[in-house]
């Protein structure tokens, strides 16, 4: 009899349907909520997204998953709650929660691992102190669904036990070393990440939405033209990139589309047709990673970006890794079909739109103009010898966010002011842009000049990480940025290089946060609210402290 190895994660949930996805150890049929599927193999591998349809609109209904027929999960002896579905319901709801956050480590969640010093020491999962809270609450007061902002997985931050698993079967003295080689090592590390039962309830319990970032596949992924070249000339890349793209398409990009969605993805038609032929579903899956890793290249472009609508409130969640256009002079985020697509998602916006990307759109003024003038400079805004040397600082200091992307960063205002001023449809009461990778937190507001006729309030919310703090030095750098003489030099050295002024002013409303938090967005009509809540180091209990709480919109 087939076992299940990970999972359930509950994913998508409407007024009538919800996906449940599983890994298993062997062929089998997995069913929910009466619905059944047959899993789909790729490279020795076993899977299945069950599509739970015909469900009640406005339910809490607890579920099983059965293997074959038998009862899978809960497993006999759990003491946690069965996990739920909870489907929207028909007549809407303006009250709505997203937990969200990004950046989250995996290692064991007792000491030395969760101390506040110590070389080993990351600090309390705020993932799984907020789930335990969760467990002590009423239902109602749980969140809506959960976004998690890319760095689910470390491949370069391998845990203990991934480590020990690769040391068995590979060693570690040739490249890439304590990093992850390919694909069945990736599926290593996504089982322990989602394996602890506190997260693996609360993944089954939240539906949940994803994206990846740079860590998910290697540190400054897709940074530059120069970065690709240097990483397609080693011997280990192309196995990694590879098994990067097809786990994430199997682990967090498949449980992203709604039922409809799935109706339409090619890809997800080629592998149920491959059905228990694992060899044949890594092809068809080892083929899409290579096209999708392409486009950067100039490639046909693969859309990772995706959206979702909460009755009245529409997320749109942007890929800002794996679709960009790295030849200088053409640099951008995405690709034009990609950007076509995200321009017609906010045609018919809702009351409040929430646009998250890994990176955040908004840094601090500072870090903006060092990230605008290093794009330049590597354009050959200092001359040709200048060139090179830009581009050792844009690795090494990491400037490869939205600002070092101007012509994307400048189209993105300009759509937000677009949307903001109505020349979309009604304006949203609230345009918040959602965003993790730089290891602190903290919350933006933007100012559009007068004669746009912006009405929506426009924020930037950012959390990271969830669980991964940065050591001091950077801290004090990041500090540094918020002050004057920070932004002074930032805007200095863009201008130096010809970059102009943005037209969009904005500033941060409270100092960076460095510590390990958990964010979410409530919204309650035209009402909206950011909340930040710290993990406390070294409590036992796993509390949490709320260290901003700030209104979005009235």
Known sequence: MANLVLGPLLRYVGQTAATVWVE?????????????????????????????????????????????????????????????????????????????????????????YTLAKGDEAVGVDALHAYARRMLT???????????????????????????????????TDEPPGEGVANFEEYTVLYQEAWSDPVIRWVLATIPSAMIFDDHDIHDDWNTSAVWRKQMQATSWWQDRIEGGLMSYWIYQHLGNMSPDQLEDDEVWARLRDCGD????????????AVRADAEADGGKGVRWSY???????????????????????ERSMVDEAEWTWIVEQTRDC????????????????????????????????????????????????????????????????????????????????????????????????????????????????????????????????????????GRIVGRALARSAGVPRPGVRWRLKQRPRFDNEIGAIEISGPAARFRLEKAVPGDPDEALEVVMDRQLSF
């Open 137 to 171: 609450v009423d239902p109602d007061d749980w969140p809506d669904a959960l976004l998690l902002v890319g760095d689910q997985v470390y491949a370069d931050e391998l845990s203990p036990q991934t480590l020990a698993y690769i040391e068995r079967t590979r060693g």
């Open 24 to 112: 298993t150890d062997a062929p089998c049929e997995v069913g929910v909520l009466g619905c059944s599927t047959r899993t789909f193999g790729v490279a020795g591998h076993h899977y299945a997204l069950v599509v739970c349809d015909g469900l009640e609109p406005g339910t809490t209904t607890p579920y099983e998953v059965t293997i074959d027929g038998s009862v899978a999960w809960p497993e006999p002896d759990s003491t946690l709650p069965a996990p739920t579905v909870r489907t929207a319901p028909a007549d809407g709801d303006d009250r709505f929660r997203l937990l969200f956050g990004s950046c989250r480590v995996t290692r064991p969640h007792e000491p030395p």
């Open 307 to 329: 959206r979702r609508d909460y009755g009245d409130v529409r997320l749109l969640v942007l890929d800002s890794r794996g679709g960009r256009v790295l030849e200088t002079g």
């Open 277 to 288: 032929d694992d060899v044949a579903g890594d092809a068809v899956l080892r083929g899409h």
């Open 350 to 485: 809702s009351s409040h739109l929430l646009i998250a990307s890994s990176l955040p759109i908004l840094l601090p003024p500072a870090i903006h103009g060092l990230e605008a003038w290093n794009e330049a400079v590597c354009d050959g805004a200092w001359g040709e010898r200048w060139k090179d040397w830009g581009e050792r600082i844009r690795q090494g200091a990491d400037l490869e966010h939205w600002a070092a992307f101007r012509r994307s960063w400048d189209a993105l205002m300009q759509l937000v002011s677009d949307i903001g001023s109505g020349k979309c449809g009604p304006a949203p009461a609230s345009i918040t842009f959602l965003g993790g990778d730089v290891h602190f937190s903290y919350l933006a507001e933007a100012e559009f000049p007068l004669a746009d006729g912006v009405t929506s309030r426009v924020h930037q919310a950012v959390c990271s990480p969830v669980r991964n703090p940065v050591n001091k030095p950077v801290q004090i750098g990041d500090r540094f940025a918020r002050t004057g003489p």
